[in-house]
């Protein structure tokens, strides 16, 4: 089943872009999405996407990593006590080291995670509404409008400075 | 980059895809002179395999050489790809952008060459897993109190958290060579490392996120990674090791190194790749005045060292240093003073750190008094303890010299790999240091 139309404007100005975004919201369009070669403050900020959820990812990465980190250094320590010189078999300060390390690994690893996940990086949007030349120099705008407001969503675009139009169902 | 409003955002891709044209033949009398010295390297480990370590020019007292020296040094060398590409983003210093790949990418090949050093330098490398920990039916686990493992740890972490980085850093890149190849096996090998990217608002907001947690996790690691590595030594109580500077005396020594590897390796790049209007003097001079600070830490760590000696009262450990200076390795001493010291004083002088050629023998000097430096504290030390009796001269052998040759032809291999089969300058973040194409502009 279709989510709906999609309809792609193609700009070449990012000031053109970000116009086009504001009269679609004006117009009452909400599932908007921009294209652009490198991150852009003034789309984004047009947008307005709430906070990226990456950070829990890495919070939780992190947290999680420094239990293994101690668990691991005391619990085989305990496994096999022997006693050297007059130190203890639990010698915290050297296990810092190893409970750094590996907070870093594990927290590193899940803000990869967290990025594969959220990014949805292969299902976010089809090929077929993407624009090889959004990795260049173009910029796009993406709406997801019903069947009868394509004509409209067209109108707002071009009047915004899109250059080309392009329409599929998503 | 200073002709910014010459370079468009399609010039920069143009240009820095241009860079995986088919290899010349230039680049393949090289690769094979790489694999050569690689062979050479390969073959002498497999003969001190057979023969023992033995071969290895290790004699009574001295048995960290050569390989623990290739170690420090090569560990040494990929801090600075982490130094530029995270610390410097956490900054926001805009040079970093153009040289922050290959920096990162040097980092990589120099963790995988360093950590080839302690399995070569084990008489029977075969057993290596032993250093890390896994649940066996003895119940035996290693030893958290010793600085082995921790390097384990820190090695380790260091190479996947610089490699996800490296990665993580290219995605956007690497969809922008997917769109741009025709050839059918590059496109698929590309879309598939591209991972799908599209550069929309959502991707960008979750990759900038990504990118600023994953910087601010490399940062203390890269400190954390040379500390761990100085300790190695600072943990025993050899006269010349047994210090508490050894943390931050390496970290710098570190960056020191690395900045020098990172000139010596965008200098012919830049100069190859017709990079000029990307990489420009700029860059260069602000690596220049990094290599200066770094430099006096370095030199005062050397002083400091001599007066920590001297002012102890310590007997073993004055008598250490006075041999340094004076004793049967006083040429490499002095060598590495000159090269680490002196020569980085000429950077002072603005007409010198702006002259390409000129920092490009700098760096080379650096390169190798910094080797030194991790030469004379390993071997030094070891050849000079406590008592009299044990005090032993200790002479490389031509089976190190080979494996070291091959090390570096290692650490090249992958570089010249590299440099054909990815973006070596940054492509996306190129652009954002380009004003954006406005209409505006254009209309006025």
Redesign the interface.
């Known amino acids: 089943m279709t989510k709906g139309q999609g309809v792609l404007g193609i700009f070449s100005y990012v000031d053109s872009t970000v116009e086009a975004i504001r009269n679609l919201k004006k117009a009452g369009y909400k599932d908007i999405k921009a294209f652009s070669p490198v991150p852009n403050h003034e789309i984004e900020e047009e947008l307005k996407e709430r906070e990226s959820i990456v950070r829990f990812f890495t919070l939780t990465g992190g947290t999680l990593g420094a239990i293994c980190g101690i668990s691991f250094t005391v619990l085989t320590s305990l496994s096999w006590p022997i006693q050297t010189s007059a130190k203890p078999i639990v010698s915290l300060p050297p296990y810092m080291i190893i409970v750094f390390e590996l907070t870093v690994l594990l927290g590193g690893l899940a803000t990869l995670l967290g990025l594969l996940i959220n990014a949805r990086l292969r299902k976010n949007i089809p090929f077929s509404l993407y624009d090889p030349r959004f990795s260049e120099d173009k910029f796009g705008v993406l709406v997801v409008c019903k069947k009868d407001e394509v004509r409209d969503v067209e109108g707002i675009l071009k009047s915004s400075g899109a250059e080309e139009i392009k329409f599929e169902g998503i | 980059m200073s002709q910014e409003t010459t370079i468009?955002?399609?010039k920069v891709?143009e240009d820095i895809i241009k860079m995986l044209d088919k290899p010349t033949v230039k680049w393949w009398a090289l690769f094979v002179f790489d694999l050569i010295v690689l062979g050479i390297g390969l073959l002498c480990f497999l003969y001190q395999v057979y023969t023992g370590l033995g071969v290895a020019g290790y004699s009574h007292p001295v048995f960290w050489a050569v390989y623990i020296t290739n170690f420090v040094f090569w560990v040494g060398i990929a801090h600075s790809g982490t130094l530029i590409s995270a610390i410097l983003f956490l900054f926001r210093a805009r040079f970093r952008m153009s040289i922050y790949r290959i920096a990162e990418a040097m980092t990589v090949f120099a963790v995988l060459t360093a950590g080839l050093f302690p399995i070569i330098h084990l008489g029977r490398p075969w057993n290596f897993y032993w250093l890390i920990?896994y649940p066996n039916q003895r119940?035996?686990?290693?030893n958290?109190?010793s600085p082995l493992?921790?390097d384990v740890?820190?090695v380790s972490?260091y190479l996947?958290?610089s490699s996800?980085?490296f990665f993580?850093g290219m995605?956007?890149d690497i969809?922008?060579i997917?769109?741009?190849v025709k050839e059918v096996p590059r496109k698929i090998i590309y879309t598939i490392l591209s991972?799908?990217?599209?550069?929309?608002?959502?991707?960008?907001?979750?990759?900038?996120?990504?990118y600023l947690?994953?910087a601010a996790?490399?940062t203390?690691?890269v400190i954390?990674v040379h500390s761990?590595v100085s300790w190695d030594f600072a943990m025993a109580n050899t006269p010349g090791w047994h210090t508490t500077i050894f943390a931050p005396y390496f970290v710098a020594g570190a960056i020191f190194s690395g900045l020098a590897m990172v000139i010596t390796l965008v200098v012919p790049i830049r100069r190859i790749f017709h990079l000029e209007k990307y990489i420009t003097i700029s860059n260069f001079e602000a690596m220049a005045k990094m290599i200066i600070l770094t430099s006096l830490i370095v030199s005062y760590a050397y002083g400091v060292e001599f007066f920590m000696a001297w002012y102890s009262g310590n007997p073993y450990e004055w008598e250490q240093f006075k041999y340094r200076a004076t004793g049967d390795y006083a040429f490499f001493y002095w060598l590495m003073v000159f090269c680490n010291s002196l020569v980085p004083v000429l950077l002072w002088f603005k007409k010198i750190r702006t002259n390409i050629k000129a920092l490009f023998i700098i760096s080379l000097f650096i390169n190798i008094g910094m080797w030194f430096e991790r030469f004379n504290i390993i071997v030094i030390s070891l050849s000079h303890e406590f008592m009299p009796s044990t005090w032993n001269l200790y002479k490389v052998s031509l089976v190190e010299l080979g494996i070291t040759a091959g090390s570096f032809a290692w650490f090249f291999m992958f570089f010249l790999l590299f440099i054909k089969t990815l973006p070596a300058v940054s492509i996306?973040e190129l652009?954002?240091i380009l004003p954006?194409?406005?209409?505006?502009a254009?209309t006025k």
Do not use: Q
Not at chain 2, 139 to 142: A, D, I, K, S, T
Not at chain 2, 195 to 210: C, D, I, P, Q, V
């Open positions: 468009t955002y399609s891709n920990p119940e035996l686990w290693v958290f109190r493992i921790w740890f820190a972490t996947t958290i996800v980085f993580v995605i956007p969809a922008a997917r769109d741009r991972l799908g990217w599209k550069g929309s608002n959502w991707e960008w907001m979750h990759y900038t996120r990504a947690y994953l996790f490399a203390p690691l954390s761990v996306a652009k954002e954006a194409p406005v209409k505006e254009k």
